[in-house]
Nanobody, 128 residues
């Protein structure tokens, strides 16, 4: 059973930067697509960024494209989200997710139904 643990959340001023980390336990981490999602109060959980197991393919939500960068280190069983140019509308709980199966790609993982495991989430608050 894979466990995902996010860290790095906190309070940041608009325009600031923050880096989230997700540490995964369990085998075969390097074989799964991974992603970051977020959920603001009163809203549904939404796709932020996904990355293929080789890191060759990445996808970003239009709202974060050019500001956020997803990366992974399979040797460390970790995936990261570098967030630059933060905006107040980025305030949310950020979740790390693992692809539902080995066949889940970073492209189709943009749909939350294709996420097989979630972390507990980390709060990110951007002040204006």
């Amino acid at each position: 059973q894979v466990q995902l643990v996010e860290s790095g959340g906190g309070l940041v001023q608009a325009g600031g930067s923050l880096r989230l980390s997700c540490a995964a336990s369990g085998h075969f981490f390097g074989s799964y697509a991974m992603g970051w999602f977020r959920q603001a109060p009163g809203k549904e959980r939404e796709f932020v960024a996904t990355i293929s197991w080789t890191s060759a393919d990445t996808y970003y939500a239009d709202s974060v494209k050019g500001r956020f960068a997803i990366s992974r280190d399979n040797a460390k069983n970790s995936v990261y989200l570098q967030m630059n140019g933060r905006k107040p509308e980025d305030t949310a709980v950020y979740y790390c997710g693992k692809g539902k199966s080995l066949l889940t790609t970073s492209q189709n993982m943009r749909v939350t139904a294709n996420v097989g495991a979630w972390g507990q989430g980390t709060q990110v608050t951007v002040s204006s």
